[in-house]
Structures are given as C-alpha cells and as structure tokens.
C-alpha cells in the first residue's frame, strides 16, 4: 500500500501537462489505421500486460520491476523473461521473488535503496551479463515484439535537425522553433528529436518528432503558464532532447513503437507509446521515484 500511496503521488508530480496526442503532418507516411471493435488485432500490437518497468541495483546484475498505477494491467512477473534496455538491446532475465519494502527505504526508486524498495525481483540469467547501475529498464514477455523489427540506434548528444526539416515543422504546426535537438537516429535514418516552440498567443509547446523519409510524427507536450514548472515540476519552464533517453524503437504493421524515459527534477516518467491510426497510443506507463 505503501508503495501504490508513492507511485500515485509521484504520478501527480510528474507531467505538468504531458499529452500524449499525436498529429500527423501533411507529409506522413500512410500508417495502418485503427481497427474497429470487432477486427482482429494487428499484427505488432503491444499490450499492458507484456511489460513491466523496473531499475538496475549497484551492481548491475539485478533489476526491481515496478508495478505503477494499480488501475492498469499488469503482468504476471514469472512471464517476463527477458529485460529490453537503451540502445533497444536485450538479456535474458530470471525471476527471483516478490521484494518487500522495508523500515529502511525512503522511498526512492533507485540504485541506493534497492534493497529496502518494494518491487518484483528479477536476475540477469548469465553471471557474464551486466546492465549499467541506477539504470531504467523494460522487462518483457517471451512474444512482446511478436511482429516487430527492433530498430538499431544511437544516442545523439549534439545533434540537430536540418533546416530544412526545421521548416517542415514550423509549417506543420504554424509555429516557430525556438530550440531543438535529436534524441537518436536508427540505421535507417529516422530521426527522434525534441523541438520547443516560440511563446505564441496559446499555451506553451513542445514536441517530440519522428522524421522518416516519408513524413513526419508529433507527440505534443502543452505546459502551462507557471514559469517554474511549464511542463514538469520544478523545470524551470525548460525543455530539451537533453531531457530525454530512448530505450528502444521498433516497427511492425501497427506503426511504430518507442520506449521513451523523460527526465525531471524528482525522477523520470517512462512510458511504451505505439502508432495507432494517427496518433500514438500509451501502452503502458510509470513514474520512477528517485528523490533522495
């Protein structure tokens, strides 16, 4: 109960006023559409229950799998199987226990209190695997990428959209950029980046891009007026790629699919968001607790 009580107020703290609603600009490419109640799945489609976040102890060898919000599906911890973590790469995992918390913890769901934290308690399968310390993972089912082709990438530090990407964005959205910056690029050249938007008449804007040669993909972040918390607690009213880390890209007949880790002051909000029709649906999400 203890646990569900800190998720839930973590939860609160986190997004300001993420919104996961995606726009397509003119451009995209023609992704599968939505099927209607009584169609069949398509092929690729990730479910709740195929995913558990968790966390990597000090030595890296061990990870805690967090439930998260109660109210939405979980799976069965002896189901996962394998642990997916940044650049989308893979081990096997062996479900060790429920870990209770303990009169030690304070609540921090990190690498120093992973033994008095509550979670599901998993090992890396072979001794000869190591994960790095403190790090967020994805656990996963034996099938979760059924369909999908797990896409090769690379971290961008420093990298930044063309000028003449830049431009498609600003038509698309009938606003200028005012900063920008590339999360990763695969090997196929898609590009993931974040771009924060000149204050208008409206609310503030940013957006994490998906660029691939057919088009581009919006997920769109409106913050608010408060100058110290715009998007997230505590941001100071900034917003950047630095901000954010992909744990993986994938693409399967249902669109694509990306596990995205944003950084805050407080900790980090992770979630599995996946093409549906026009717009990216949330498969799963949590919030990392890491306050000291």
């Given at each position: 109960m203890r646990k ?22 003119s451009?995209?490419?023609a992704?599968a ?8 799945a398509?092929a ?6 195929q ?5 990597t102890?000090q030595?890296?060898?061990k ?6 919000d ?5 799976p ?13 790469k ?26 008095n934290d509550?979670?599901?308690?998993y ?8 994960l790095?310390v ?6 996963m ?6 369909g999908?082709?797990l896409?090769s990438?690379q971290?961008?530090q ?9 431009h498609?964005?600003?038509k698309?959205?009938?606003r200028?950029?005012?900063?920008q910056?590339l999360?990763a ?7 993931i ?9 409206g ?5 994490l891009?998906l660029?691939d ?13 408060d ?9 100071g ?15 399967s007949?249902?669109g694509?699919?990306l ?10 909000n992770?979630?599995?968001?996946q093409?549906?029709?026009a717009?990216f649906?949330?498969v ?7 306050v000291?």
């Amino acid at each position: 109960m203890r646990k569900y009580l800190t998720a839930i107020f973590f939860g609160l703290l986190l997004c300001v006023s993420a919104c996961y609603s995606f726009a397509i600009a003119s451009s995209a490419p023609a992704f599968a559409k939505s099927p209607v109640s009584t169609a069949k799945a398509p092929a690729g489609e990730l479910r709740a229950d195929q995913f558990m976040f968790g966390y990597t102890d000090q030595t890296g060898k061990k990870i805690l799998g967090l439930m998260g919000d109660p109210s939405q599906k979980h799976p069965s911890p002896k189901t996962l199987t394998s642990v997916l973590y940044a650049p989308g790469k893979q081990f096997s995992v062996t479900y060790v226990k429920h870990q209770a918390s303990t009169r030690k913890s304070n609540g921090s769901q990190s690498a120093h209190n992973f033994i008095n934290d509550e979670g599901e308690l998993y090992r890396l399968t072979y001794a000869s695997n190591k994960l790095n310390v403190n790090e967020s993972v994805l656990l996963m089912t034996k099938k979760a990428f059924e369909g999908h082709t797990l896409l090769s990438f690379q971290s961008v530090q420093k990298g930044k959209f063309s000028p003449t990407t830049i431009h498609a964005i600003e038509k698309a959205k009938n606003r200028k950029v005012a900063s920008q910056g590339l999360i990763a690029t695969t090997d196929k050249g898609t590009q993931i980046g974040l771009v924060k938007f000149a204050q208008g008449n409206g609310k503030p804007l940013a957006s994490l891009v998906l660029v691939d040669k057919s088009g581009m993909v919006f997920e769109d972040f409106i913050g608010n007026n408060d100058s110290q918390s715009t998007w997230r607690v505590d941001d100071g009213g900034e917003i950047s790629a630095e901000y954010f880390n992909l744990l993986f890209a994938s693409y399967s007949k249902a669109g694509y699919a990306l596990g995205v880790e944003w950084y805050g002051a407080e900790g980090s909000n992770l979630s599995v968001i996946q093409q549906k029709g026009a717009k990216f649906r949330v498969v799963t999400e949590t919030g990392r607790y890491q306050v000291y």
